[in-house]
C-alpha cells in the first residue's frame, strides 16, 4: 500500500456537487492499494500514520501525533499511486483491481476507527473533487515496502 499524507488545517471531498466528507485540523490520506497487499499491510500503515509525530508541540517542534492534537483524518482512495510513468501516458495495471481493493481501503477505515479517530472518506472509484489547506505545508510518503 502507498500513501501521500498532509497535514491539513482542513480538507474535504465532493462529488456531483455534494460534500461527501470534511474534516479539520488532521491528516488528507490519499490511499494506493496494490495487487499483493494484505490486511497486515493495511494494519501497519494505519498504525505508523496514527503514530506520527508531526504537529507542533508548545515549543514549536513537531512532537504530537493525530491523537494528541484530536485530530481528525480524510482517506480518498487513489489508485493513480500505483502508475507506471514510463511513458507519457501512464497505465494503471499496477494497481489492485477493484474486488482486491476495495476491501483492503476499507479495512484500512476500520482500523483508524477502532483507534478512535473521526474518520472521514470519499467514495471509491467516484469522481472526486478534493480541497485542502495544507499545514506546513507537510507531507509524507508512505510505503508498507519500505515500512
Given amino acids: 500500500m502507498k500513501a501521500v ?4 488545517k482542513r480538507a474535504s ?5 455534494r460534500v461527501k466528507g470534511e474534516i479539520r485540523q488532521g491528516f488528507l490520506v490519499l490511499l494506493g492499494v496494490g495487487p499483493r497487499d494484505t490486511e497486515a499491510e493495511a494494519e501497519r500503515l494505519a498504525e505508523k500514520i496514527a503514530n506520527v509525530r508531526v504537529f507542533s508541540d508548545e515549543a514549536g517542534k513537531m512532537n504530537l501525533s493525530l491523537e494528541a ?3 481528525a483524518i480524510l482517506v480518498v482512495s487513489q489508485f493513480t499511486l500505483y502508475a507506471d510513468i514510463r511513458k507519457r ?3 494503471f495495471s499496477h494497481a489492485a483491481p477493484p474486488d482486491l481493493a476495495i476491501p483492503l481501503y476499507e479495512h484500512f477505515l476500520q482500523v ?4 478512535g479517530f473521526r474518520v472521514e ?8 473533487q478534493v480541497e485542502s489547506v495544507n499545514d506546513g505545508p507537510v507531507t509524507l510518503l508512505f510505503d508498507t515496502k519500505e515500512l
Fill in 5 to 8: 499524507v498532509t497535514r491539513v
Fill in 13 to 17: 471531498v465532493t462529488i456531483e456537487g
Fill in 69 to 71: 492534537v484530536g485530530g
Fill in 89 to 91: 501516458r501512464p497505465g
Fill in 112 to 115: 483508524l476507527r477502532e483507534k
Fill in 121 to 128: 472518506q470519499g467514495e471509491f472509484g467516484a469522481d472526486m
